[in-house]
């Protein structure tokens, strides 16, 4: 069912978000920013919203609201932000439990939660993209489901303890991993080599991981318990005692996870 | 220029190479193992090589000979082999100096090293790899480049020292970022929670890195100074210090490379 929705925030995930929301048959009624001129860039994006200057919502006919906002300001709009009795109120965020929503005369709160990593410069589908869905009440979750498949994003159940462990696994997946690449690019530089030896690398690593799983895709010295090369690659680090430390630590820690290790 | 080419080793880099160097027009005359079985397995995929039960092959005719075998056998292989006069002798380590070659009456040295993690139960193509060479004089080099371009390979020229460099740029993009992955499918599975949610986020994770650099592209607790979030990720994994120290040390490592950090 096509909803009307208003959109608060105008970060990475809100302007994500909100034009799929409308290729997806839906209609945003209002955007709301802290900053005017980047809800009014938002909005030039979308099908003439009205670009809002404050957070009573309460003359609105949206059916969902959607906080799109840095994690720390969630609590702030909820507790500012007036709505139509009925509306949907919901938040996107992996780390911010469902309860931050609520208040008195709440009822209908959930979490709308995309599993991404959204940045300006790249566009995302949120075809098959994991939306984990959380909801204070049957009704919510239905329209939050029915909202998320309409994207044909792949929507799942999780709570907002489940959300704790898939953030931090998320951590790793993404942030940690990014640092592994960018550690790499760097040695690299340093070297006078050209970065992108090491793309058909990174892509086969990724793949390989994904096909076989990480734990039987694991390969090189630590694995194999090879100490020369281990003490080598720690010799060439020494320009950098943190990565020297966080090579000995990730070897360790590859050696410990050895099945039977 | 089509080469008469013997391989030895039957490992992984061996038997994806020997049937890419046959697809390109070369043809394998002979295979040795230190398991003849191994041999013969991977001569079953060629056009009929013999299977050598020994390193003479001084009544071959062979061009070039490519000593595909872990990184600590090398040298005796290297020590062990007869060779008819002017065939060139090639390994393929990213380790592994150009001078473990070296030996009196042996003047065509080189290395053919393919930056690419090889396993069984993946194909890999040539296409487009990189595949760094070194050689003891300029017919090697013609001759290992060409046969390199005949695989559509990325030819690159790299020193020993450039190789040590590459190396372990390698293993923070392949063994560390794989390990990083491991780490994030056991904390999905330590929480009852499906490993594949992860999926579409590590593919735009590595697509990100390698479209915008992997410096502007990391996100996260740790280059935005949240030590709340950095504080309760540490307490989640209090039930392992290896990872927990992980967790600590890459997001400070993070938060040293940030510009200005």
Chains 1, 2 share one sequence.
Do not use: C
């Amino acid at each position: 069912m096509s909803q009307l929705i208003t959109i608060i925030g105008t970060g990475n995930v809100a302007s994500h978000l909100a034009p799929a929301l409308e290729d997806a048959g839906h209609k945003i009624e209002a955007v709301y920013g802290r900053s005017q001129d980047r809800a009014r860039l938002l909005g030039d994006r979308l099908n003439n919203p009205r670009i809002a200057d404050n957070l009573d919502f309460t003359r609105n006919r949206s059916t969902l609201f959607i906080i799109a906002v840095s994690d720390n300001a969630i609590e702030k709009v909820a507790s500012d932000i007036a709505l139509p009795k009925q509306a949907v109120l919901a938040h996107t965020s992996g780390t911010t439990p469902l309860s931050s929503l609520d208040r008195p005369g709440l009822e209908n709160t959930g979490v709308f939660y995309p599993l991404q990593t959204f940045s300006r410069q790249r566009d995302i589908s949120f075809e098959g993209l994991p939306l984990l869905i959380e909801a204070s009440n049957a009704f919510t979750d239905e329209l939050l489901s029915e909202t998320g498949e309409s994207l044909k994003a792949w929507v799942s159940k999780a709570t907002s303890e489940d959300r704790q462990g898939i953030h931090l696994a998320a951590m790793f997946a993404n942030n940690f991993t990014n640092h592994m690449l960018d550690i790499a690019g760097r040695i690299m530089k340093q070297g006078g080599l050209d970065e992108n030896l090491l793309k058909p690398l990174i892509r086969e690593t990724v793949e390989k991981a994904m096909t076989l799983s990480p734990a039987s895709a694991q390969t090189g010295p630590a694995v194999r318990g090879d100490t020369n090369t281990i003490q080598r690659h720690i010799r060439q680090l020494e320009y950098n005692p943190v990565i020297q430390e966080l090579y000995r630590l990730i070897s360790r820690s590859i050696a410990e996870s050895k099945p039977g290790g």
